[in-house]
């Protein structure tokens, strides 16, 4: 086996609706990572647990790149949205935490490793598992916390961790999950933070650097963007993670991987991932 482009750790899920509790659509970062590594050329990967009837064939074309650490239960999330369009997540089913073992050894020096934990299923200090080239975390799945039984709401909170790595080189993380008084603790975990804001664009923190760059958003030049909001973040911080890796320029990936975000939330799910056109970014950074 040999070690992939882009190995991607952390839960995948089945989403469902308020409107709709039985139709489950498959999700999770590492599903929305893996498929937009796929688009852009690149080779994934995935690590990760839950039930064998998982429809990993949507999510990646090779059998032998989808890791399964067996679970009884695929975790399972509702997705609800105020009339603001704030979402309210309710956690419905939990699968079983991935452990260090199930890494094959021919792995643990991936090019770009991608972590995208949703429901605590890896460990803080998970990140010493490897030996990447470079790491992109998106950390959400640290921040919730829920109640037995389930389902329960999920709560989140806006600090990181205690424990958590401070050497990712990206952390991508929603103007949600962040407050001024927690920003200066969130810059401490990663060489680039970036906190997403939606169709505003995003905040990205380079280093010791005292502003932000603000990164441009494409929602209002794709016809469609913003129909399905859903993975979005999932999708800047992956195609952030493979620009990066290619050109080390963080602004520039970053506005690469706004547009790819953008551009995701024509239809549902990850069906309209496409890698954005030069012309497209050449209006914002030309």
Not at 13 to 24: A, C, K
Not at 88 to 115: C, E, G, K, S, T
Not at 169 to 178: F, G, L, N, T
Request: hydrophobic share 40%; charged share 20%; glycine share 6%.
């Amino acid at each position: 086996m040999n070690p992939p482009q882009l190995l991607a750790i952390g839960h995948v899920t089945f989403d469902i609706s308020p409107d709709d509790l039985e139709t489950r659509h498959p999700g999770g970062a590492v599903a929305f990572a893996s498929v937009t590594a796929a688009r852009l050329g690149i080779q994934p990967a995935i690590i990760t647990s839950c039930t064998d009837d998982y429809p990993s064939r949507r999510v990646i074309d090779s059998p032998s790149r989808f890791i399964r650490v067996p679970s009884h239960q695929t975790s399972t999330f509702e997705n609800r949205y105020d009339k603001r369009g704030d979402r309210v997540q309710v956690l419905h089913h939990r699968a079983d935490d991935i452990p260090r073992y199930h890494i094959p050894q021919a792995w643990l020096n991936p090019d770009m490793l991608f972590v995208g934990p949703l429901t605590q299923e890896l460990p803080l200090d998970c990140l010493d598992w490897l030996n990447p080239r470079l790491s992109c975390v998106v950390p959400q799945g640290w921040l919730r916390s829920w109640t037995q039984p389930l389902p329960s709401i999920v709560e989140v909170s806006k600090s990181p961790p205690i424990g958590m790595s401070s050497n990712w080189d990206i952390c991508v993380i929603s103007e949600s999950e962040v407050e001024p008084a927690t920003l200066a603790a969130w810059r401490e975990t990663t060489t680039n933070l970036v906190v997403t804001k939606g169709s505003r664009g995003a905040d990205l923190y380079i280093g010791d650097a005292d502003d932000p760059v603000e990164v441009p958003s494409f929602a209002h030049r794709v016809n469609g963007a913003g129909a399905d909001t859903t993975g979005a973040g999932d999708v800047f911080a992956a195609a952030m993670l493979i620009r990066y890796a290619a050109t080390g320029d963080a602004k520039e990936a970053a506005t690469y991987a706004s547009a790819c975000a953008a551009l995701s939330t024509r239809a549902p799910s990850w069906s309209a991932v496409e890698e954005p056109k030069p012309e497209m970014l050449e209006r914002i950074t030309g």
